[in-house]
């Protein structure tokens, strides 16, 4: 499935490589894409770590002050009474390649290289690289980091690149596994999930197994347009908290650009999308009240850069990583702060109505948006200042 994709390539080669006489007694995986680690390594050991001997015959050690390279190539060198074969995963390789020259660990390195142990497999771990999907755009000091592994580990070990899945290889990947489980996922479905989560593959594959089960006859009798086991976009929006909040964000965009009738439709496919019916009028207006608070934040600190915005907002007050220059973009919109405040003062009076018990919440959210989305200046007449507070 997954062998055609570019940005697996590299994996399913070492995958191939290790299952025959041409494995080698070394490999770096290079790179920090954690989905294509988890599939390297569960494919090593499906190879060549029996489950009943994993006890004995697979090692994971962390290079410290306390465990060395030459603790990890000693361990390599002597054989197991216990078990036929041996594998050792050697993470923290950033230690080996710190301050100084290193010179009797890389002699060490080449010493047991030049002898390896042909019943032992070494694979070191390089995943404080970060690989882009396309190699010309690595940082630069990640470029130093990986041609220096590339100068030394390199010329003993294969090495295999675990670059950032490509939103298209990601996209492939949901859809072909959906179909491998007897699922149908439709393609603006998976792009809204790949989105959603930012390319994330572990979320993606977790989010994806629950909508694989949401989707089941059994766990839901009334499928959309008669289809079963179909992954639709309603379902990706209804399941996957990201997407909401990217449509969240896709609402806000429509209310700062003034764009009524648009908010007003983004606004109604929130609410038609959440479990909670009407009552979920609460939740989208917290939301609302959170993302100008941060537009507020972001107006008085006049932040510009998208890396100025962790200075600015704490942790659990932060945008996802997807929304930062959109949202941004939406604050410049505002001329004044005044206007953002007067925002807040709107929500916070759609906020009362709500918890007053309306006979239609929806109603009271879709002229929030309507006020919102007006020209700011009007924001004032709405929501006028409480001078006695």
Not at 77 to 91: D, E, Y
Not at 176 to 202: I, V, Y
Not at 239 to 259: F, G, H, N, P, W
Request: include cysteine.
């Amino acid at each position: 499935m997954a062998s055609s994709l570019k940005s697996f390539a590299a994996v399913d080669r070492f995958l191939a490589e290790i299952a025959t006489p041409a494995i080698r007694p070394g490999y770096v995986l290079l790179g920090s894409e954690t989905f294509l680690y988890d599939r390297a390594r569960k494919g090593v050991l499906q190879a060549l770590v029996p489950p009943d001997l994993r006890d004995f015959s697979l090692h994971d050690l962390e290079l410290s002050a306390d465990t060395t390279i030459f603790d990890a190539l000693d361990l390599a060198q002597t054989p197991s009474l216990m078990a036929p074969f041996q594998v050792i995963f050697l993470r923290g390789l950033k230690t080996l390649y710190g301050r100084g020259a290193k010179k009797e660990e890389f002699a060490a390195v080449d010493r047991y290289f030049r002898s390896p142990n042909p019943q032992a497999l070494l694979v070191f771990v390089a995943d404080h690289l970060l690989l882009p999907t396309d190699l010309r755009r690595m940082d630069r000091e990640d470029k130093d980091r990986y041609d220096r592994i590339r100068e030394t580990l390199g010329e003993h070990c294969g090495t295999v690149e675990l670059q950032t899945i490509s939103d298209e290889d990601a996209q492939r990947w949901a859809i072909d596994t959906a179909a491998a489980r007897g699922t149908t996922l439709q393609p603006e479905a998976a792009r809204e999930l790949t989105d959603a989560l930012a390319g994330n593959m572990l979320q993606i594959s977790s989010e994806l197994e629950k909508l694989i089960l949401y989707v089941t006859p059994s766990n839901r009798p009334t499928t959309p347009l008669g289809h079963p086991d179909t992954i639709t976009l309603e379902d990706v929006e209804t399941m996957v908290l990201a997407a909401k909040q990217r449509s969240l964000y896709e609402l806000t965009d429509a209310i700062s650009r003034r764009d009524r009738p648009r908010a007003v439709l983004l606004l109604r496919g929130l609410l038609n999308s959440s479990d909670g019916g009407e009552d979920s009028a609460i939740g989208q207006l917290y939301m609302l009240a959170r993302t100008f608070r941060q537009m507020l934040i972001l107006h008085e600190k006049n932040v510009r850069e998208s890396r100025q915005v962790w200075m600015h907002l704490w942790p659990g007050f932060r945008m996802p990583q997807y929304a930062v220059d959109d949202l941004l973009a939406q604050t410049r919109r505002y001329k004044q702060r005044s206007h953002l405040t007067a925002a807040l003062k709107l929500i916070a009076r759609a906020d009362l109505a709500i918890r007053s018990s309306p006979v239609d919440k929806s109603l009271v959210l879709e002229r929030l948006v309507l006020d919102l989305a007006a020209d700011p200046a009007t924001h004032f007449r709405m929501a006028p200042v409480d001078t006695a507070a």
